[in-house]
C-alpha cells in the first residue's frame, strides 16, 4: 500500500502548490530568464538630454614680427617685435586676470610665418583674435580690420580670403575697442587692409597698432615705450574684450 501512500503525499503537494502554499520541506524553484529570440528587436535605452555646452571664449593675441623680422625701428632704437611681445604679454597677464581665455601666437623672440600664425589662431576656434603692432607715427592707436569684402560663412573657405566670412564681426569687435579707447581719451583711427595673416584667420580679427602718444589740451605725451601709456591702451582693449564676451554669449 506505500505506492498508495506515496500517490496521496504527491496529489496535497499538487493541491498546495496550486492553493500558493509549499509543503514544508519543498523549496521555491529558481527565477527563470527567458532567452530573447535573435529576431526580436531590442528597446534603446532612454535619452536623456543633455544641457548644451557653449564653446568657451578665447582671445587669440599675436605679437606681430619676431626673430629676423624685426618690424619698424622706434624711438630710441627700440624694435617693433619688441614693443609687440611686451603689450602681447601684458594683454595676456590682464585678460587670465578677468577669467579670459588667451592663446598666444608666441611667447618669444621666434620667427613665426604668417600660415603658421593663422594656424594656430584657427586651430584655437578664438572669438576674437587681435594682431599688436607699434609704429612711431601718428598718434594714440591705429585700428585695421580687413579690406575683403563680407561674405556668407561656409563649411570650406578659401584660405587666402577665410577672414570674409568673419569681416561683420571683425568691425563690431573694432566698434567696441574703439569706444573703449575713447573713453581713455586715446585718439583713435580706424582703417581697412588686406596683409598676412589677417585674411587666413576664421574669426573676428582687428589689429591694433600702438603709436606714440602725442600732446594735446586731454592727453600728455608718451612714447610708445612708456609703461603706464601702454597700461592705458591693454585695460580698454580688455574692457573692450569683457564687452565682447556678453555680446558674443548672447
Given at each position: 500500500m506505500r505506492w498508495i501512500e506515496a500517490a496521496a503525499a504527491l496529489g496535497m503537494a499538487a493541491v498546495a502548490a496550486g492553493l500558493g502554499q509549499s509543503p514544508a520541506s519543498s523549496q521555491a524553484p529558481p527565477a527563470v530568464q527567458m532567452p530573447?529570440?535573435?529576431?526580436?528587436?531590442?528597446?534603446?535605452?532612454?535619452?536623456?538630454?543633455?544641457?548644451?555646452?557653449?564653446?568657451?571664449?578665447?582671445?587669440?593675441?599675436?605679437?606681430?614680427h619676431g626673430g629676423s623680422d624685426t618690424g619698424a625701428r622706434l624711438s630710441g632704437g627700440i624694435e617693433e617685435k619688441e614693443i609687440?611681445?611686451?603689450?602681447?604679454?601684458?594683454?595676456?597677464?590682464?585678460?587670465?586676470?578677468?577669467?579670459?581665455?588667451?592663446?598666444?601666437?608666441?611667447?618669444?623672440?621666434?620667427n613665426l610665418m604668417p600660415v603658421d600664425r593663422a594656424q594656430i589662431a584657427n586651430r584655437a576656434q578664438g572669438a576674437a583674435c587681435l594682431t599688436i603692432h607699434a609704429t612711431a607715427t601718428g598718434s594714440g592707436v591705429h585700428l585695421f580690420t580687413s579690406?575683403?569684402?563680407p561674405t556668407a560663412s561656409s563649411r570650406f573657405l578659401p584660405?587666402?580670403?577665410a577672414q570674409s566670412a568673419y569681416v561683420t564681426q571683425?568691425?563690431?569687435?573694432?566698434?567696441?575697442?574703439?569706444?573703449a579707447?575713447?573713453?581713455?581719451?586715446?585718439?583713435?583711427?580706424?582703417?581697412?587692409?588686406?596683409?598676412?595673416?589677417?585674411?587666413?584667420?576664421?574669426?573676428?580679427?582687428?589689429?591694433?597698432?600702438?603709436?606714440?602718444l602725442v600732446g594735446g589740451h586731454v592727453t600728455e605725451a608718451r612714447?610708445?615705450?612708456?609703461?603706464?601709456?601702454?597700461?592705458?591702451?591693454?585695460?580698454?582693449?580688455?574692457?573692450?574684450?569683457?564687452?565682447?564676451r556678453s555680446d558674443w554669449k548672447q
Amino acid at each position: 500500500m506505500r505506492w498508495i501512500e506515496a500517490a496521496a503525499a504527491l496529489g496535497m503537494a499538487a493541491v498546495a502548490a496550486g492553493l500558493g502554499q509549499s509543503p514544508a520541506s519543498s523549496q521555491a524553484p529558481p527565477a527563470v530568464q527567458m532567452p530573447q529570440s535573435e529576431g526580436m528587436p531590442t528597446v534603446p535605452a532612454p535619452v536623456i538630454p543633455q544641457p548644451v555646452q557653449p564653446p568657451p571664449f578665447v582671445v587669440v593675441v599675436d605679437a606681430a614680427h619676431g626673430g629676423s623680422d624685426t618690424g619698424a625701428r622706434l624711438s630710441g632704437g627700440i624694435e617693433e617685435k619688441e614693443i609687440t611681445l611686451g603689450i602681447a604679454a601684458r594683454l595676456r597677464s590682464t585678460l587670465r586676470a578677468r577669467g579670459i581665455v588667451v592663446v598666444t601666437t608666441r611667447q618669444g623672440d621666434v620667427n613665426l610665418m604668417p600660415v603658421d600664425r593663422a594656424q594656430i589662431a584657427n586651430r584655437a576656434q578664438g572669438a576674437a583674435c587681435l594682431t599688436i603692432h607699434a609704429t612711431a607715427t601718428g598718434s594714440g592707436v591705429h585700428l585695421f580690420t580687413s579690406s575683403l569684402s563680407p561674405t556668407a560663412s561656409s563649411r570650406f573657405l578659401p584660405w587666402p580670403t577665410a577672414q570674409s566670412a568673419y569681416v561683420t564681426q571683425s568691425l563690431k569687435l573694432e566698434s567696441e575697442i574703439d569706444s573703449a579707447l575713447a573713453h581713455t581719451q586715446i585718439p583713435v583711427s580706424l582703417g581697412r587692409a588686406s596683409v598676412e595673416p589677417m585674411d587666413s584667420l576664421t574669426c573676428p580679427e582687428v589689429a591694433v597698432e600702438v603709436a606714440p602718444l602725442v600732446g594735446g589740451h586731454v592727453t600728455e605725451a608718451r612714447p610708445v615705450t612708456d609703461a603706464v601709456y601702454q597700461k592705458s591702451v591693454v585695460d580698454a582693449v580688455a574692457a573692450a574684450l569683457e564687452q565682447w564676451r556678453s555680446d558674443w554669449k548672447q
